[in-house]
């Protein structure tokens, strides 16, 4: 059985999967996915091996035909500065960052204390 509390046992592909979900959230932070955060997202989790399904499930989030997932912040807490840093390149892809999204940042930060 995989303990994430210390983060030493979760997968490198359940880390990503996790990760990909809270991304998708910050995408949409700001009411509106723009075409070059949908593009980085996808470079990312094609970059990170993200099945074939959870790619194609990602599209289908990130052009608004599938609800969102909520990430298990559990597997994420761990590696909390790899992550932050996943949200800063995200909202960098955009190039302007949103007031929503520098909250989200703050609150993402907080979350994975």
Same mark, same amino acid.
């Not at 009411?31 to 955060?37: L, T």
């Not at 599938?66 to 912040?73: G, T």
């Given at each position: 059985?995989? !303990?994430?509390?210390?983060?030493?046992?979760?997968? @490198?592909?359940?880390?990503?999967? #996790?990760?990909?979900? &809270?991304?998708?959230?910050?995408?949409? %932070?700001?009411?509106?996915?723009?075409?070059?955060?949908? #593009? %980085?997202?996808?470079?990312?989790?094609?970059?990170?091996? &993200?099945? @074939? +399904?959870?790619?194609?499930?990602?599209? !289908?989030? &990130?052009?608004?035909?599938?609800? $969102?997932?909520?990430?298990? $912040?559990? =597997? =994420?807490?761990?590696?909390?500065?790899?992550? $932050?840093?996943?949200?800063? +390149? =995200?909202?960098?892809?955009?190039?302007?960052?949103?007031? #929503?999204?520098? #909250?989200? =940042? @703050?609150?993402?930060?907080? &979350?994975?204390?």
């Amino acid at each position: 059985m995989v !303990d994430a509390s210390d983060g030493t046992d979760v997968s @490198t592909a359940e880390f990503t999967s #996790e990760l990909v979900k &809270l991304l998708v959230q910050v995408a949409w %932070a700001d009411h509106d996915v723009a075409p070059a955060e949908a #593009e %980085a997202l996808l470079a990312f989790a094609r970059r990170r091996g &993200l099945s @074939t +399904e959870e790619q194609s499930l990602l599209q !289908d989030m &990130l052009a608004g035909r599938a609800p $969102l997932v909520p990430p298990n $912040l559990g =597997l =994420l807490k761990p590696r909390r500065t790899e992550v $932050l840093r996943a949200v800063k +390149e =995200l909202f960098l892809s955009d190039v302007a960052l949103a007031d #929503e999204e520098e #909250e989200l =940042l @703050t609150q993402i930060a907080g &979350l994975l204390d």
